[in-house]
């Protein structure tokens, strides 16, 4: 990593040397913002005119001598017609960051962070995980030859994802508690074992995060939507959005910031609690609940960067949905535009339903609302959720029987209301 680049406690500004293996200040215990210095030379570069990829905007991101990818990046950017026009809105997209490599978003956290442990010397990489984390950094830690620890939360793990982590090669340390206690565990055991924390607490993570915003804009022909709605879990990724953008406007490339939303589950919502008392700090959720295992947190690390983003934009605010809401969600984003997502990616579309029925989305706001991983990282839910397959005898009577009164019926009873 070169010179031009610092971490930055939010809170106390404290500066640290960006080779320095901290996660935060020393001083306050606040979180750290990677920083750097003369990011307007980037104007003049060609980097405008590369393909999509995170690593395209790589003036913005740490310079690293060894740089670990699988190609991530450059997800489809979806205008979504049949799901606006449902929803009564006019201009929809849907960032579906199950493209990934991995099938999430955290590939882009983990194509830098595991870039900069490679750089640092580090052997050992670790992190506590409800499911995408850990098969993400599996994945990077594999390509990288280097040694993966995962913890997760025992028996509240999707098997798509732990799938994933095991077959990468990770160890696998299964704890009989929730996430927020498998984060602790993880924390002192990387002190006391020299292993690299790539949890979003790690600032370098959210640094290839936030290139999800950079692609929007970039994919939007540099139109800046007016709204992103994105899930909230550990908040890495409105954080991390937010960051990006504010670094984009600070130099003049675009010339606002759309508004930020973010949504929780209901039972897991410490950070959407406290928008909703209009309060600048977080109750934490001792015991959080939701369908959405990808954001089943209630400690989320990232909550005063969050907050700090929701506040931030104008108009900001984050929103919480029922799990009833977001496994409807889910069916109607596959029924109307063939994209399947997992729960915690369908909060988004149910937050948008539930905020332009409270009118605090307008019909003329162009929204992007961004999926952060694929439906067959959850498959039990999605099979649970919708309707049972009809059992048929191998023969063309029987079926002609049952689709005379299928067929009989309105289209409309068997798609999403």
């Not at 098997?159 to 565990?185: H, P, R, S, T």
């Not at 104008?314 to 994209?339: H, N, P, Y």
């Not at 099979?383 to 059992?391: N, V």
Request: net charge neutral; charged share 25%.
């Amino acid at each position: 990593m070169d010179s031009d680049s610092w971490l930055e406690c939010i809170s106390c500004h404290e500066k640290y040397d960006a080779r320095k293996m901290i996660y935060t200040c020393e001083k306050c215990g606040h979180l750290l913002d990677v920083k750097y210095g003369n990011l307007e030379t980037a104007l003049d570069g060609d980097w405008k005119d590369k393909p999509i990829s995170v690593w395209k905007y790589s003036p913005f991101l740490p310079r690293l001598k060894n740089v670990i990818s699988l190609n991530e990046g450059k997800t489809n950017l979806y205008h979504c017609l049949n799901l606006a026009e449902k929803l009564g809105i006019k201009k929809l997209w849907v960032k579906n960051e199950g493209e990934n490599p991995t099938g999430s978003f955290k590939d882009r956290g983990m194509t830098v962070g595991v870039s900069v442990a490679k750089s640092l010397g580090n052997k050992i990489v670790a992190c506590a995980s409800t499911g995408n984390t850990s098969a993400s950094l599996a994945a990077y830690a594999a390509k990288a030859k280097m040694s993966c620890v995962v913890f997760i939360p025992s028996g509240k793990i999707a098997l798509g994802k732990l799938a994933q982590a095991m077959m990468y090669g990770a160890i696998i340390l299964a704890i009989k508690g929730n996430f927020d206690q498998a984060l602790e565990l993880v924390q002192e055991s990387c002190e006391k074992f020299h292993m690299y924390l790539l949890n979003s607490l790690n600032p370098y993570r959210l640094e290839g995060q936030k290139t999800i915003g950079y692609e929007i804009i970039d994919q939007l022909n540099w139109q800046v939507p007016e709204t992103i709605i994105l899930p909230i879990g550990n908040a890495g990724n409105i954080s991390a959005i937010y960051k990006g953008l504010l670094e984009w406007k600070e130099i003049g490339l675009i010339d606002r910031i759309p508004r930020m939303i973010g949504i929780q589950a209901e039972g897991s919502a410490p950070i959407a609690n406290a928008y909703k008392k209009g309060e600048r700090e977080v109750t934490f959720v001792e015991k959080p609940e939701t369908v959405a295992t990808a954001i089943r947190i209630g400690k989320p690390v990232n909550w005063e960067k969050a907050l700090r983003a929701i506040y931030g934009t104008e108009r900001g605010m984050a929103e919480t949905v029922s799990d009833g809401e977001i496994l409807e969600a889910q069916k109607m984003l596959a029924r109307t535009e063939g994209i399947f997502v997992e729960p915690a990616s369908a909060s988004t579309i149910a937050g948008l339903r539930k905020l332009i029925m409270n009118g605090e989305i307008h019909r003329s706001e162009r929204v992007v609302c961004v999926t952060t991983g694929h439906g067959l990282k959850d498959p039990d839910t999605a099979i649970k959720s919708c309707e049972e397959t009809i059992q048929v005898e191998a023969n063309i009577q029987e079926i002609e029987k049952i689709l005379s009164e299928i067929i009989k019926k309105p289209v409309e009873a068997y798609a999403i209301e």
